[in-house]
Antibody, heavy 122, light 110 residues
Framework: EVQLVESGGGLVQPGGSLRLSCAASGFTFSSHWMHWVRQSPGKGLVWVSQIKSDGSGTNYADSVKGRFSISRDNAKNTLYLQMNSLRAEDTAVYYC???????????????WGQGTMVTVSS | QSALTQPASVSGSPGQSITISCTGTSRDVGSYNLVSWYQRHPGKAPKVMIYEDTKRPSGVSNRFSASKSANTASLTISGLQAEDEADYYCSSYGGNNNVIFGGGTKLTVL
């Protein structure tokens, strides 16, 4: 079955760290750029980060730059998001998403996981 | 960069057509053919309905179409059905190795 399954969310105190994982199956993970997108309660979707198919390049939203780190292990078909110095405003459901295979970069996200909830609170 | 601008809500009766707008700037929507539209039912993962401004992925109903003029993209749903009731989000390449989403539009089928 073609799917993305996130894990690793939970409750963490401000200033704390959390590592999210996204297990991919049913497709050639190493061929696709991957992204993290989040949605805070009652708000819309917000792009967080992107990593190239071979892991050679990464990009981040300004709001998480310097605090979050995206990585991947193509041998394990797994995407990660290391989140440090967490703030209350990072509270959200975090989704991993696959970018379509196309001639362009930063194209549409054609597969999404169900998300994992991260709550930053004391 | 600011979020793309979408109306908070739109509504229509079954069988009618509705259009959702998505306004950006000349640095994002207006510069790249990389606008996407997503449908999101409550509790479900987003589903891409349109990519590269106007292309429809295989399996998406041809009742969904899109266009773009200058800095504004539009999604049109024709022959509205009850199952179309959902949140819709646009997104665009932001021009600075980033992606920008719209705030989302809640579609109500009356």
């Amino acid at each position: 079955e073609v799917q993305l399954v996130e894990s690793g969310g939970g409750l963490v105190q401000p200033g704390g760290s959390l590592r999210l994982s996204c297990a991919a199956s049913g497709f050639t993970f190493s061929s696709h750029w991957m992204h993290w997108v989040r949605q805070s309660p009652g708000k819309g979707l917000v792009w967080v980060s992107q990593i190239k198919s071979d892991g050679s390049g990464t990009n981040y939203a300004d709001s998480v730059k310097g605090r979050f780190s995206i990585s991947r292990d193509n041998a394990k078909n797994t995407l990660y998001l290391q989140m440090n110095s967490l703030r209350a405003e990072d509270t959200a459901v975090y989704y991993c998403a696959r970018e379509i295979y196309s001639d362009y970069n930063f194209d549409a996200l054609d597969m999404w996981g169900q998300g994992t909830m991260v709550t930053v609170s004391s | 960069q600011s979020a793309l601008t979408q109306p908070a809500s739109v509504s229509g009766s079954p069988g009618q057509s509705i259009t959702i707008s998505c306004t950006g700037t000349s640095r994002d929507v207006g510069s790249y053919n990389l606008v996407s539209w997503y449908q999101r039912h409550p509790g479900k993962a987003p589903k891409v309905m349109i990519y590269e401004d106007t292309k429809r992925p295989s399996g998406v109903s041809n009742r969904f179409s899109a266009s773009k003029s200058a800095n504004t993209a539009s999604l049109t749903i024709s022959g509205l059905q009850a199952e179309d009731e959902a949140d819709y989000y646009c997104s665009s390449y932001g021009g600075n190795n980033n992606v920008i989403f719209g705030g989302g539009t809640k579609l109500t089928v009356l």
